[in-house]
Each structure stands twice: as C-alpha cells, then as structure tokens.
C-alpha cells in the first residue's frame, strides 16, 4: 500500500494473488511449461546441489519454478528460506523458512533480508533459498557462492525479482 507523496494523488492498494498451479518439475512438464528433458536437467542440478538462478519478467512464473525446484531437493536436507513475503511452500522435513520485517513508526524493529541470509549462514544449512533479491543481499549471496568455501551451503537458490 502506498499513499501521497509517493503517489501523484490518492493511495494505491497492490494485491498478489499466488496461484501455485504445479508442484513438481513432472507437474511443469504435464503443463507443458518445461520440455522433459529440460526438467531432468534441472533436477540433476538440483539434486547434484549446483547453484540456480531464477530470473524473469512480472507473471512470468519465477515463484512457480522455485517451488518446483525446491520440490527437488532430496528430503535429507536442512534448508532455510529467506523472503520478504512468505511465498515459498518448500515440502521437506526440515525447513526454516524467515520473513524479512518493516520497521516500526519510530524507524526500529527492521530486519532487513540482507540479515536473514546472515543468519541463515549461520543455522547450518545444506541450502539457503532467497527470494527476491533485489538489494544489498545480492552482492552478499554472490560471494559467499562465489568463495566457495566448504563450510557454506552447497547450492543457493535465487530469484531476483
């Protein structure tokens, strides 16, 4: 929701409906988003814990993909999700997904996404899924890949939006 002085003259109110249409690459390919192929190789980098990122314009089914992404990450796994809003619905045993938060009236209480991923480096994950990167946080989870440091989760998941 945004009000005057960041609009030109009255509030304007912004409502995501997400419509979670498929749940597995399989789905996708039923669907006739991915050919079968492509699916098995997303799966294969999935499952072999290689680096995704997912980018593509508004409505283009980027929060879809990285369900069905998430979908195959193999269930011995402790991920950790990092969002500004809970969109995410990643089916494995041990998830831990956070939520970034505004701040208060008096400018206290933000917790920024660029922190979550902080934190969730330290929480011993095998992944970290961020979604919408758009900040700070994107110079930060490139590094940490880029490093490739042993005590790091393997893969990390972006969507930048």
Do not use: W, Y
Not at 54 to 71: D, I, P
């Amino acid at each position: 929701m945004v009000i005057p002085d960041i609009t030109r003259r009255h509030m304007a109110v912004n409502i995501r409906k997400f419509v979670l249409q498929a749940h597995s690459l399989d789905e996708l390919v039923a669907l006739g988003t991915l050919t079968p192929p492509a699916a098995r190789f997303l799966e294969a980098a999935v499952v072999s814990g290689l680096n995704v990122l997912v980018a593509g314009g508004t409505q283009a089914g980027k929060t879809t993909l990285l369900n069905c992404l998430c979908a195959a990450i193999p269930a011995r796994e402790r991920v950790i999700t990092c969002e500004e809003v809970f969109e995410l619905r990643v089916p494995l045993p041990d998830v831990v997904a956070m939520q970034t938060r505004q701040p208060n009236l008096e400018g206290a209480g933000e917790i920024p996404l660029r922190r979550l991923v902080k934190e969730a480096l330290r929480m011993r994950p095998s992944r970290i899924v961020v979604g919408e990167v758009r900040q700070e946080e994107c110079l930060q989870g490139r590094g940490k890949v880029r490093n490739g440091r042993r005590d790091l989760p393997r893969p990390t998941m972006i969507m930048p939006r």
